[in-house]
C-alpha cells in the first residue's frame, strides 16, 4: 500500500492500475461505489485518485471550513477499503488551467497510466468543469483506457453525497450523517491548552481546534472519544462553540471524558459525535452553568448506552 502526492515520476509499479477517481470526502456509500466498480474492473486491484486541495478550496478559499474527513484519515480509510493505492493530485493553478482533454492525457493517462477510470455519474472534470462523465468516456475510447460510471446511490431515500453529511452535521444531527457514512463522524486534532476553567468547575476538558474540518452546529454533543496510543472508546460529553459565559473566543471543541484522569496535552484525540443535546447558551451565573453541565453529563450517559458502536 503507497500513498502518492504526485502523478509525475511515478514508478512502474504504480502506474497501469485501474483508478477510482474523485473528491472522497466523507467516504460514503457512493464513493465506496465508485471504488467497488474501479476494483471490479481491476479484477480486484484498485487504486484511488483523488485531489488535494480540494478544488473547492483552490477556488473558494475563504469559504467556512468543509472539509468531512482530514487527508491522512481519508487516506487511511480508503486504504483500509483494501485500495492497493492513493494519488492524491496536486490541484494548483496548473490543473485548474488544463482542458479537459489536456487533463486526461497529461494525468490519466502519461501521469497515471490508467487502464480503467471508475467515475461517479456527476463528475466534472477540466477548466471550468467543462468535461462530464461523456466525454471522459469519448477520450478514454480514443486513448486506450475504460470507463465505468456509477450511478446515483441512495441512503434514506436520497442521494448519498459529502453534500448531505454536511448539511446533517450543520443542523445538529450527528444520527443523520452517520447513516450516509455509515459510521460516526470523527472530529479530531491535537489537544491544546484552552482557558483552563473546566478545571475549577470540576469537569477537565480536552480542547482541539477543528481547523479545516466542517464546523458542526454549536451546542453539547454525547461524544465517544479515544486517545492517542488507545483502542478503546471512551465516554463523555463535548461542547462546541464559543462559551459566551465565560467569554467569546474562536470556536473550539472541548470534550469531557467520563471516569478519565491523563494529561492529553499535545495528544492526538479522536471525537464522535453521537447526539445533539442542547444549544450552546449564555447562562446567568457560573452556578447555573455548573447546575447544567452536570445535567448534561447525564444525559450524554443515558444517550450513549443506547447509541450503537460503529465500525471505527
Not at 461517479?120 to 460510471?149: I, Q, T
Not at 459510521?183 to 484552552?194: C, T
Not at 472508546?233 to 471543541?253: E, K, S
Amino acid at each position: 500500500m503507497a500513498i502518492f502526492a504526485d502523478y509525475r515520476g511515478l514508478p512502474a509499479s504504480a502506474r497501469g492500475a485501474s483508478v477510482a477517481l474523485g473528491n472522497f470526502d466523507g467516504l460514503h456509500a457512493g464513493h465506496r461505489a465508485v471504488m467497488e466498480a474501479a476494483r471490479k474492473a481491476g479484477q480486484g486491484k484498485l487504486s484511488v485518485a483523488t485531489f488535494e486541495p480540494p478544488p473547492r478550496a483552490y477556488f473558494r478559499p475563504n469559504d467556512p471550513p468543509f472539509r468531512i474527513l482530514r487527508p491522512e484519515r481519508r487516506n487511511r480509510l480508503i486504504l483500509a477499503e483494501g485500495a492497493d493505492t492513493v494519488f492524491e493530485l496536486p490541484f494548483n493553478g496548473e490543473m485548474a488551467a488544463m482542458t479537459d482533454e489536456a487533463f486526461v492525457r497529461q494525468v490519466l493517462v502519461e501521469g497515471l497510466g490508467v487502464s480503467h477510470v471508475s467515475v461517479g455519474f456527476d463528475f466534472r472534470f477540466g477548466r471550468g468543469r467543462m468535461g462530464n462523465v461523456a466525454r471522459l468516456s469519448s477520450l478514454g475510447r480514443a486513448l486506450g483506457f475504460g470507463v465505468s460510471v456509477v450511478e446515483e446511490v441512495l441512503e434514506l431515500g436520497a442521494k448519498a453525497s459529502s453534500t448531505a453529511i454536511r448539511q446533517a452535521l450543520m443542523a445538529g444531527e450527528p444520527e443523520v450523517a452517520a447513516d450516509i457514512l455509515g459510521d460516526w463522524w470523527i472530529a479530531d486534532g491535537i489537544v491544546e491548552a484552552g482557558e483552563k476553567t473546566g478545571r475549577t468547575f470540576g469537569f477537565p476538558t480536552a480542547n482541539i481546534h477543528l481547523n479545516d474540518l466542517i464546523h458542526p452546529r454549536h451546542g453539547v454533543y454525547a461524544v465517544r472519544a479515544r486517545v492517542e496510543g488507545e483502542e478503546v472508546w471512551r465516554d463523555g460529553v463535548a461542547n462546541f462553540g464559543r462559551t459566551p459565559t465565560t467569554g467569546l473566543r474562536d470556536a473550539l471543541l472541548e470534550t469531557f471524558i467520563f471516569d478519565f484522569d491523563q494529561d492529553l496535552y499535545g495528544k492526538w484525540l479522536e471525537v464522535q459525535l453521537v447526539a445533539y443535546l442542547r444549544p450552546e447558551l449564555k447562562f446567568d451565573s457560573v452556578d447555573d452553568m455548573i447546575a447544567q453541565m452536570h445535567k448534561d453529563a447525564a444525559e450524554s450517559r443515558v444517550c450513549l448506552k443506547a447509541a450503537p458502536s460503529l465500525p471505527n
